[in-house]
């Protein structure tokens, strides 16, 4: 009967962590340039004093799914998505770099180029700060031209660059908010080959229907487990029972 509790017990925790992953992706169904997080179980011998026999399961995030999601037209001049792979660089109030997907990009009063999260998004200079204008434009390198305010109609400027960066996806762990970051710390390189387009927001990666359908996989194996635990109950009750005189 021990051994049974201890399984089942571990068997529950771990799928109440599984199914804290699944509504995770769940809940960021609908936000823009977001990697849904992989799971899995796998059998774990206990380490330290105790029996060989004992065992538990255990849920692990393996990686995540770097799968591009579908674009959606917005026309907007600043709306942009990556174009295959790659990423945008933006930088955290520690001034370190992550990566992101979201390009749903606004200019604040001061001039900042920020994404929808408020995160400053970064040039081949650092944060990318516009002067006033009447219309910018966005290439597909990166490259942020503007018409000054005031100025001619045939009157541009080149103001900064997007920086884009590819690195390996091996190399990356995911933090919290949906960014990635390096796990040497060490600054993005830019890659001349990412390239982007304009008008377009790359939509969540998440599958509905399938974590819809792993939630109702993950529920009834927790009741399995809690059925389990309340017959390891019943039987020390039986036991019990058997044993008095």
Same mark, same amino acid.
């Given at each position: 009967?021990?051994?049974?509790?201890?399984?089942?017990?571990?068997?529950?925790?771990?799928?109440?962590?599984?199914?804290?992953?699944?509504?995770?992706?769940?809940?960021?169904?609908?936000?823009?340039?977001? #990697?849904? $997080?992989? %799971?899995?179980?796998?059998?774990?011998?206990?380490?330290?004093? @105790?029996?060989?026999?004992? /065992?538990? =399961?255990?849920?692990?995030?393996?990686?995540?799914?770097?799968?591009?999601?579908?674009?959606?037209?917005?026309?907007?001049?600043?709306?942009?998505?990556?174009?295959?792979?790659?990423?945008?660089?933006?930088?955290?109030?520690?001034?370190?770099?992550?990566?992101?997907?979201?390009?749903?990009?606004?200019?604040?009063?001061?001039?900042?180029?920020?994404?929808?999260?408020?995160?400053?998004?970064?040039?081949?200079?650092?944060?990318?700060?516009?002067?006033?204008?009447? #219309?910018? $434009?966005? %290439?597909?390198?990166?490259?942020?031209?503007?018409?000054?305010? @005031?100025?001619?109609?045939? /009157?541009? =400027?080149?103001?900064?660059?997007?920086?884009?960066?590819?690195?390996?996806?091996?190399?990356?762990?995911?933090?919290?908010?949906?960014?990635?970051?390096?796990?040497?710390?060490?600054?993005?390189?830019?890659?001349?080959?990412?390239?982007?387009?304009?008008?377009?927001?790359?939509?969540?990666?998440?599958?509905?229907?399938?974590?819809?359908?792993?939630?109702?996989?993950?529920?009834?194996?927790?009741?399995?487990?809690?059925?389990?635990?309340?017959?390891?109950?019943?039987?020390?009750?039986?036991?019990?029972?058997?044993?008095?005189?």
């Amino acid at each position: 009967m021990d051994n049974l509790l201890y399984i089942s017990m571990a068997g529950a925790r771990e799928t109440s962590m599984a199914q804290a992953t699944s509504a995770n992706n769940l809940a960021n169904a609908k936000t823009t340039g977001f #990697k849904a $997080d992989l %799971a899995q179980f796998r059998a774990m011998p206990v380490y330290g004093d @105790g029996l060989p026999t004992r /065992a538990f =399961a255990m849920a692990e995030r393996p990686g995540f799914n770097f799968d591009q999601g579908s674009l959606v037209s917005t026309g907007r001049d600043l709306d942009v998505s990556i174009r295959g792979e790659g990423w945008f660089v933006t930088q955290t109030e520690d001034g370190e770099e992550r990566l992101t997907r979201r390009g749903d990009l606004k200019v604040t009063a001061n001039g900042e180029l920020l994404n929808g999260l408020d995160q400053p998004i970064l040039g081949d200079g650092g944060p990318i700060a516009l002067p006033p204008f009447e #219309k910018l $434009d966005i %290439a597909r390198d990166g490259t942020i031209t503007i018409r000054p305010l @005031g100025a001619e109609a045939n /009157a541009i =400027a080149i103001v900064d660059r997007i920086r884009m960066v590819n690195p390996d996806p091996t190399t990356l762990d995911k933090t919290e908010g949906g960014l990635f970051k390096s796990r040497d710390d060490e600054p993005f390189a830019a890659d001349a080959a990412v390239q982007l387009d304009s008008g377009f927001l790359e939509s969540s990666n998440v599958s509905v229907v399938e974590e819809l359908t792993n939630m109702i996989s993950l529920s009834r194996k927790f009741e399995v487990q809690v059925k389990l635990m309340a017959s390891v109950e019943e039987n020390g009750r039986v036991l019990d029972r058997l044993l008095q005189p």
